[in-house]
């Protein structure tokens, strides 16, 4: 590139305090959408299945079959306000008691509670994709909320890694990006088994907008990191991309939840 990547260990102190303002509001934005998602949905009590096939050993066929049984009611509007919440406390942590840790690390040019919080939260969300289209095995939740986890894990190492690389090493990128696809390619594979065998029962109207939706958002975050370490343009500010990636985990959260709720909780 012929234009100087920007430190972030060089900006101003004042850069971080506006870091520090600029999450405690979005802080407050995700708190308050939790809390409004908890008190609209506390009396509709609209609730997801999750089962286990286990094998038993069919005494009339001579032979193994699954056997499904009810494991879990998951109840959808706890979901959806609990990943608004977790990054709620996310945010306030950082500015608040975690401000001081939050500052050493941007000044590395890395956020390790980012990727933590997005492990837990980002997972959630798409479990929960994945419920609306079918996908209520338990073990099949359970890879999908530990893949995308990973995926998120994957990001923090390559913020890691990279500080003692002195070229940048995509390993971790690549790998995340394996890890982040799988649960998408079950989704799809679900969703659109239910749409060519559905018969005249095809999914609502707000799945078939959620899908694609949050696809998009999903891979817009691997694409704010890939321009932050091709330092293009704005991104070669390294706190740029801090900024973007804070208004992505809004503007995703908000989207899921009220679509979510626009489809699953409306009267």
Not at 30 to 35: K, M
Not at 42 to 51: A, N
Not at 98 to 114: C, D, I, Q, S, T
Request: hydrophobic share 55%; charged share 10%.
């Amino acid at each position: 590139m012929a234009s100087q990547s920007l430190s972030p260990a060089q900006a101003p102190e004042k850069t971080f305090r506006g870091l520090r303002t600029f999450n405690l509001v979005m802080g407050f934005l995700h708190l308050l959408q939790g809390v409004l998602m908890l008190v609209i949905t506390f009396s509709l009590d609209k609730t997801y299945p999750i089962f286990t096939n286990y094998l038993k050993f069919d005494l009339a066929t001579r032979s193994l079959v699954t056997d499904p049984r009810l494991a879990y009611n998951v109840n959808f509007g706890v979901g959806v306000a609990l990943f608004l919440l977790l990054s709620a406390a996310a945010h306030f942590s950082l500015s608040t008691f975690g401000y001081k840790w939050y500052v050493a690390n941007l000044k590395k040019g890395m956020n390790p509670a980012r990727f933590y919080e997005y492990a837990l939260s980002s997972s959630l969300m798409i479990v929960l994709i994945g419920l609306l289209v079918g996908i209520n095995d338990l073990a099949a939740v359970i890879l999908i909320f530990g893949l995308n986890a990973s995926m998120n894990l994957f990001g923090l190492l390559m913020e890691k890694h990279n500080q003692t690389t002195p070229k940048t090493d995509w390993t971790s990128f690549i790998f995340g990006c394996i890890a982040g696809i799988i649960p998408w390619i079950a989704i799809l594979w679900y969703f659109l088994g239910a749409i060519n065998i559905g018969g005249d029962v095809k999914p609502p109207a707000f799945v078939y907008a959620i899908i694609p939706t949050i696809f998009v958002f999903f891979n817009i975050f691997a694409v704010n990191m890939f321009l932050q370490y091709k330092k293009v343009g704005p991104w070669k500010d390294y706190l740029f991309g801090e900024r973007v990636y804070i208004i992505l985990s809004l503007a995703a959260k908000t989207t899921l939840a009220w679509m979510i709720f626009s489809g699953v909780f409306a009267p």
